[in-house]
């Protein structure tokens, strides 16, 4: 009777715990899908969805191509999600961005693995994995990027499980296929889908942390690992070629020279396509990503450094003592590598740190867990901070997202013109370039001879170019500000505001 009375009492807390983990989880899957029919903003979302649409209109899964034109910048891999998305749920924003908050939830699981394979402390691993789960899923980065029709988020979960399949395989006593080659085989086979999702980096990172790693933990590889280089190698290659081999085949040595030479070696080595940033850009922007989680991750890399610095002769002398201290090693590497590599690159932009973003959330999780070990008030507090972050998302996708959206995007815009009746006329961009319209104004925009949009930076060339069409009008996008200028010094040309959202407008420009 008193065992009884007593595995009732033991079971209480874990079925409470339980209740709160999956509520967590439900929130989480909703506020990752939640608002991804918001107009597309920015340069990227709207011309990878272009990309996209073009070769779903085409029945062409190779060769990506933007108004018609070679586009080589990025592999397929987003494109293909977003195809698959557009067969299930048509040519629209959530189809666009669909893939990335899969691949956004991805990632959150695959830390959630981790945190199931890891031996915690106190023998507490579903803990620790629902404390990474749960902080992964708040930090500010991952619900920004897996939020965005971009490529970030896209190689963030393939390198995110690659890493974790290594870890797992290092991890093993036991050499079963489940825990011992499986994730071995996990590790080279995401490796080829991280190089179908960004290029080199899907396979340098990987290679680089695994490096690294070894490094920090003063021991060597095992032979099973040093052989697997051999077969795994082949089978990243194998994955890679669903895409690569095809891609060569159809466009031969300009796909080399774009996509290899120009948007990797050039883009590494220079600020060719203009993304000037200082050294320290990541250092700020990486850290700026774990919120709310901030004060745990910058106490964990000071944890870290201490240790090593405090045990750096035991850790010579003997292999890492536990699971624990393992990990805190190995997502220092991982995030280590992402890190001095775009540190070290010409272009930057936020996103590009993106996959070093899970170790820092295994960093601050681990922090965490001791954190919330002492207290069951601060575990209460965390959870609270966690779901104010989750529900203040979804308050903000709702109530005031949208008014930023409208100035940001020319969706509106087009469909008051359309319903004007100029849903043929055709686009140009005076003073401004907005990519915006590669979506929503497909197939309706004059170009340049390489693809470029169409841009005039003289009223007085734009017009001369109208008289020689054979429309003798056209819709021009022209920045609010420029506006007034326009109609006051303006004689040679009729212009009509269609259209306006408060930072552009459309104008019909038509020659007297």
């Not at 293909?80 to 959150?108: C, D, M, P, Q």
């Not at 932009?349 to 959330?361: C, E, F, K, R, V």
């Amino acid at each position: 009777m008193m065992a009884e009375n007593t595995k009732t009492k033991d079971q209480k807390p874990k079925t409470k715990n339980q209740i709160i983990f999956y509520g967590f989880a439900a929130l989480i899957v909703f506020t990752y899908f939640f608002g991804l029919t918001m107009p597309l903003v920015g340069p990227d979302e709207p011309r990878y969805a272009q990309i996209a649409r073009e070769m779903f209109e085409r029945g062409d899964w190779i060769t990506p191509k933007l108004g018609g034109f070679d586009w080589f910048e990025k592999p397929a891999l987003l494109y293909w999600l977003e195809i698959a998305s557009y067969k299930l749920f048509g040519v629209n924003e959530f189809s666009a961005r669909f893939g990335s908050a899969i691949f956004g939830l991805g990632t959150i699981l695959s830390l959630c693995i981790l945190g199931k394979s890891i031996q915690a402390p106190d023998k507490n691993n579903s803990a620790f994995s629902e404390w990474l789960t749960l902080i992964a899923a708040s930090s500010i980065g991952l619900i920004v990027f897996s939020r965005g029709a971009s490529f970030d988020i896209i190689l963030t979960f393939p390198i995110t499980a690659a890493c974790i399949g290594f870890f797992i395989f290092d991890q093993s006593e036991k050499k079963s296929f489940t825990s011992f080659y499986l994730p071995l085989i996990i590790f080279y086979f995401f490796i080829g889908v991280a190089l179908i999702a960004k290029g080199l980096v899907g396979i340098v990172f990987p290679a680089a942390i695994v490096a690294f790693y070894y490094l920090l933990s003063w021991k060597l590889p095992s032979r099973t690992f040093v052989f697997s280089l051999f077969w795994g190698t082949i089978l990243s290659l194998v994955v890679a070629s669903a895409w690569y081999v095809p891609m060569y085949q159809a466009n031969g040595w300009k796909f080399i020279d774009e996509f290899f030479i120009q948007h990797h070696f050039q883009r590494f080595t220079s600020d060719k396509y203009q993304h000037h940033q200082p050294f320290w850009f990541f250092f700020l922007v990486l850290p700026l990503m774990t919120l709310p989680w901030l004060p745990f991750f910058l106490a964990a890399i000071f944890d870290f450094f201490r240790s090593q610095i405090a045990n750096r002769k035991l850790q010579i002398q003997n292999t890492l003592s536990t699971q624990f201290s393992a990990l805190s090693t190995f997502s220092f590497a991982w995030l280590a590598v992402p890190l001095v590599f775009f540190s070290l690159s010409g272009s930057k932009l936020p996103g590009y740190i993106l996959p070093a973003l899970p170790a820092a959330i295994v960093l601050a999780t681990i922090f965490v867990f001791k954190f919330v070990q002492k207290s069951r008030a601060r575990e209460r507090a965390l959870h609270i901070i966690a779901a104010t972050v989750l529900i203040f998302v979804i308050i903000a996708v709702q109530f005031f997202v949208p008014d930023y959206t409208k100035h940001e995007t020319v969706k509106d815009m087009i469909e008051t013109a359309n319903a004007k009746g100029f849903s043929d006329a055709k686009f140009v961009s005076l003073y401004t370039v907005s990519h915006n319209l590669e979506f929503y104004a497909a197939g309706r925009l004059e170009r340049e001879t390489d693809g470029k949009l169409k841009r005039f930076d003289d009223f007085s060339v734009l017009v001369k170019a109208i008289k020689n069409s054979p429309d003798k009008q056209i819709l021009v996008v022209v920045p609010q500000g420029n506006i007034a200028n326009l109609q006051k010094e303006n004689g040679a040309a009729d212009i009509e505001t269609v259209a306006e959202n408060g930072e552009s407008a459309i104008l019909l420009v038509k020659p007297k």
